[in-house]
C-alpha cells in the first residue's frame, strides 16, 4: 500500500492500526512498514471491491493535513467563478479551516457564498461551538463519522448537533446512507424512513441523498421517497408542535419580532409569514424559530434569493423594490396570492424594516387579512 504523494501518511500510522475504505465497506490492517521505501503491508480483513475516488479512513489516528490542498484551492476559486452560492468543506477540524475559505471567498469577492462545515471526525465535534460560530451552516457527514468515532454515538451527535445549530440559527443538513438501500433497490427500508423522518422532528433544515442519487440505480425513486417523508414529518410537526425555542437566546430587536412572530402564528390561524429582506437577515432569524407557517422572503437581491434556498420553512422569492410602506403591504399580499400560498380572507403575518429606503433593522410587524 504505496501512501506516498499529495499526502504522506507514513509517519503516523503505526503497525496494528486499522485502515477503513469507502466508508468502512473493506477493511485492511497494517502488519508491517517499509522504511525504505515508506510503504504499508496491510492485511485485508473482508472481502470488497475497491472502486475509484472511494475515502480512506485511519481511526483513532490524528493526520496533520492542511485543511486546504492545492487542488481544493483551485476547486473553490473554480466555483466561485460559476456563480456557485455554497461550499461544503470536508473533515473542518477547528474555525481555522472553515476561515481559510472565508478569506479566499471575500479575497475574489464573493463574501455572500454561504459556508457548510461538515462536521465528520472527533475533532470537529470536539470544536463543534467555534465552528458553528465561523460557519454558516453545518452539515453532519454521518459516513466518515460512524467510522472516525463509535458508532452507537452517532445519533447522539446528530441531536447534539441539530439542537446547537438550531439554538444559532443557522441551517442543519443531515446526510450520508439515509436511504442506502435505495442504492441497489427501489424501496427504502422502514428504518431508513424512521431515520429521516427523525431527523426533521429533530430539527434539520434539509436532508441530503449522496450515493443514491449520485451513482445508484435509483436516484429518482431515492429523491421522491425522502421528499415524501420530509412531507409527512413536516405535516405531523404542523399539527402537533415544533421546535421549543424557549431556551433561546433573543438579544436583539430582530430577534424578539421573530419570536413575536412564532408565538402569533401559535396562537392564531396565520396562513403565510410575509417579509421582506434584503441581506436574508431577517428571514433566517424568524426560520430559527420554527413559526407555525411557511415564510415567504421578498427580496430584491438574486443573491439573497439563492442563498435562502436551504433554510427551514423559507420559500424565497424576488420582487421589485417598494416605493413606500403602504407599497411594501400591498406588494407583500400580491406576492403571497400570486405564489398561490395564500387567498382571500387568510390571515398573513407581515415582517419588515420602516421607513421604506432607509437603513433600519426590522422592526415591524402587522397582521393582516388577505383581501
Sequence with gaps: MNVAGALDIYDDV???????????????????????????????????????????????????????????????????????NFIAISFVRTAKDVNEVRAICEETGNGH???????????????????IEAADGIMIARGDMGIEVPFE???VYQKMIITKVNAAGKVVITATNMLETMTEKPRATRSEVSDVFNAVIDGTDATMLSGESANGKYPLESVTTM?????????????????????????????????????????MDIKLVVTLTKTGHTARLISKYRPNADILALTFDELTERGLMLNWGVIPMLTDAP??????????????????LVQSGDD?????????GEAVRTNTMRIRTVR
Excluded at 471491491?49 to 481511526?59: D, F, L, R, S
Excluded at 416605493?323 to 398561490?340: C, H, L, P, Q, Y
Design 14 to 84: 503505526e503497525v496494528g492500526r486499522q485502515v477503513l475504505v469507502d466508508d468502512g465497506k473493506l477493511g485492511l490492517r497494517v502488519v508491517a512498514k517499509d522504511d525504505a521505501t515508506r510503504e504499508f503491508e496491510v492485511e485485508v480483513e473482508n472481502d470488497g471491491v475497491i472502486a475509484k475516488q472511494k475515502g480512506v479512513n485511519i481511526p483513532n489516528t490524528k493526520i496533520p493535513f492542511p485543511a486546504l490542498a492545492d487542488r481544493d484551492n483551485d476547486d473553490i476559486r473554480f466555483g466561485l467563478e460559476q456563480g456557485i
Design 113 to 131: 457564498v454561504q459556508l457548510f462545515a461538515k462536521i465528520e471526525n472527533q475533532q470537529g465535534i470536539d470544536n463543534l461551538d467555534e465552528i
Design 153 to 155: 454515538m452517532v445519533p
Design 227 to 267: 421528499a415524501t417523508i420530509d412531507k409527512n414529518a413536516q405535516t405531523l410537526l404542523n399539527e402537533y408542535g415544533r421546535l421549543n425555542s424557549d431556551s433561546f437566546e433573543r438579544n436583539s430587536k430582530t430577534e424578539v419580532m421573530a419570536s413575536a412572530v412564532k408565538d402569533a402564528t401559535n396562537s
Design 323 to 340: 416605493s413606500s410602506t403602504d407599497d411594501m403591504f400591498e406588494i407583500a399580499e400580491r406576492k403571497a396570492v400570486e405564489a398561490g
Design 348 to 356: 398573513i403575518v407581515i415582517v419588515a424594516g420602516v421607513p421604506v
